[in-house]
């Protein structure tokens, strides 16, 4: 029997707050996670790229996903989806995270292709990785595709395709941000079977209309209730409307990354909304001083959102 799909909606994967030291800072971390679930998002995708998965060794990555999963529940917002990152270079390894996200309370996992030795992943042995870990994970499995960040390895819509056909995988995340990609898969596989999710807020409205889920996406670490808005205009069919909110949408995207990425969305975090530092875990960059033209556009999309 087929597993379960994630439901259609707003994920974001939540950007992780350090202290100077660089340990969990535990009640900005759940502080966090609060204001996005009251922002309204369908789910949260814990030990994704923008929280700094790559920096967590198994124990944090376990805690990072219970203390997610205890502050939603503490709360009232037991319906908010855990997604969980779990992409490492070995099937190995990556069983053994697909078994902890479970363990730690997540609903679903994410997984990258490994890319340490990206001429070796060949079409067919990326199939054949996805499946096999895909055949020993206790929780359902979506495949996460994002070029940037595995050495330009793109998996193309036919391998998706391919993929879905697999029990126990239930959809993907497009990070790739190609919209004819998306529709391809989403012309073949609605989302009550697979759940194709664009995986930037540039593309978001674009994708709804191509047929995908929703997104997962970083820019409502920000702007939660933003994206919000326009998931709720594009589904009473206010697709003049929902346009204009796309259009700022897409401005802050990019902003986003030319303002510094994860270090540009804690220091605006932490300077908006009262909790957190701008810590980072090296290599990244701490942004410690916020100016410039993107910034100014990040701060005028924040104002955007209080007003709502």
């Known amino acids: 029997m087929p597993a379960a799909v994630p439901p259609s909606g707003i994920y974001v994967p939540a950007v992780l ?42 124990d944090e990555r376990k805690q990072a996903i219970s203390l997610t999963r205890k502050t939603l529940d503490e709360n009232g917002f037991q319906n908010v989806v ?9 099937a190995r390894e990556t069983k053994k995270l697909c078994a902890d996200a ?14 340490v030795w990206p001429g070796d992943m060949t079409k067919e042995n990326i199939i054949r990785y996805h499946r096999e870990v895909a055949d020993y994970s206790p929780l359902p499995y979506m495949v996460y595709n994002f070029p940037t960040v595995t050495a330009g390895i793109d998996l193309d819509s036919d391998t998706i395709l391919t993929l879905s056909e697999h029990p126990n ?11 004819g990609k998306l529709h391809r898969i989403t012309s073949v596989k609605p989302p009550s079977e697979f759940c194709t999710l664009a995986g930037v807020s540039e593309v978001l409205l674009q994708g709804l209309l191509s047929g995908s889920a929703g997104a997962i996406a970083a820019l409502p670490n920000l702007v939660p209730k933003l994206h919000m808005k326009m998931y709720a205009l594009y589904q009473a069919g206010k697709i003049d409307e929902a ?18 990425g994860v270090g540009a ?44």
């Open 17 to 58: 707050f350090f202290k100077e030291n660089e340990d969990f800072d535990v009640p900005a971390i759940k502080s966090h996670v609060l204001r996005l679930a009251q922002g309204g998002v369908t789910g949260i995708v814990v030990q994704g790229s923008n929280g700094e998965a790559q920096h967590l060794s198994h």
């Open 82 to 90: 855990i997604i969980a990152g779990c992409g490492a270079q070995s």
């Open 102 to 115: 479970k363990d730690a309370g997540a609903a679903f996992v994410l997984v990258l292709t490994p890319s």
């Open 169 to 179: 995988i239930v959809g993907t995340k497009l990070s790739c941000g190609n919209v």
């Open 243 to 260: 346009m204009k909110i796309q259009a700022q949408l897409g401005q802050g995207d990019w902003a986003t990354r030319k303002a510094g």
């Open 265 to 308: 969305m804690k220091a605006l975090i932490s300077k908006h909304f009262g909790y957190g530092e701008i810590h980072v875990r090296r290599p990244l960059m701490a942004v410690a001083q916020l100016s410039g033209t993107y910034v100014d556009k990040l701060e005028e999309l924040i104002a955007s959102e209080k007003m709502l």
